[in-house]
């Protein structure tokens, strides 16, 4: 596994795509921070990261499976010795490395936050561990994105719909349940469930508000391993194809 996480760490920074990941995302995370209206207060700032965090992951993630389809490089990877798992696992930690240096550029906003005023530093700390999580379980999601399909700009875009419709999701199915009153109570608590389980981005508010709910915790790694699994099942029926 570190051999394929360090071949696709490295990758990154041969190319400008990964100098490019982090400029956009530092520009972006200063422009989120000079539209604050308080200094000590990063809450909001935190909360307004998620949309640039889910295009960023999505742009991270398009070529983690999709460009070794496109270049044909697939087959030697596949019979590589190590296993499919590991494969993933490999990749995965390598975009979840460059994610956590993006993460890191916000710290210069932190910083000076400090200097200037009075935050709450333990409401800063839950929010960077409920951002680590959320960005595991984007990234999982994001590389079985990758790997189902050869086009990278494919990937990227189904990637990051499907991130705009997790954001949205909850207040959708609330909007239905509104307006169906007459449905049973049966399917209330059918799409109720959903509401629960669905959006994986409002349930980062928590920690943006300075609590680390173990439930919270687990679901964040759950999605993780769920679509990490995910992938490589879909690696393994390649392999035998």
């Known amino acids: ?51 640039f965090v889910a295009f960023i992951i999505a742009i991270l993630c398009m070529r983690l499976f999709s460009e070794e389809r496109k270049t044909k490089t697939e087959q030697l990877l596949l019979t590589a010795p190590v296993s499919l798992f590991e494969i993933v696992l490999g990749k995965f930690f390598a975009a979840f490395a460059v994610f956590c240096l993006c993460l890191a550029e916000t710290l210069l906003v932190v910083m000076v936050v400090g200097f200037t005023g009075a935050p709450d530093w333990g409401v800063i700390f839950t929010s960077y561990v409920g951002y680590l999580l959320l960005g595991a379980a984007l990234i999982a999601i994001g590389t079985f994105f990758s790997s189902i399909t050869q086009n990278q700009i494919v990937a990227a875009i189904v990637t990051f719909l499907t991130f705009v419709g997790l954001m949205l999701s909850s207040s959708i199915i609330s909007i239905v349940i509104g307006m169906m009153t007459a449905i049973s109570s049966f399917w209330q608590s059918v799409l109720t469930a959903i509401i629960y389980v669905i959006p994986i981005f409002e349930r980062y508010y928590e920690f943006a508000y300075g609590v680390i709910n173990v439930s919270t915790v687990f679901y964040y790694l759950s999605v993780t391993a769920v679509f990490l699994f995910l992938t490589a099942r879909v690696l393994e029926k390649r392999r035998w194809s």
């Open 1 to 51: 596994m570190s051999a394929i996480f360090k071949k696709e760490f490295r990758s990154w920074f041969l190319s400008p795509m990964g100098y490019i990941i982090m400029l956009v995302f530092g520009l972006l995370s200063e422009v989120m921070f000079m539209m604050q209206v308080s200094t000590d207060d990063l809450t909001g700032y935190f909360n307004g990261l998620t949309m």
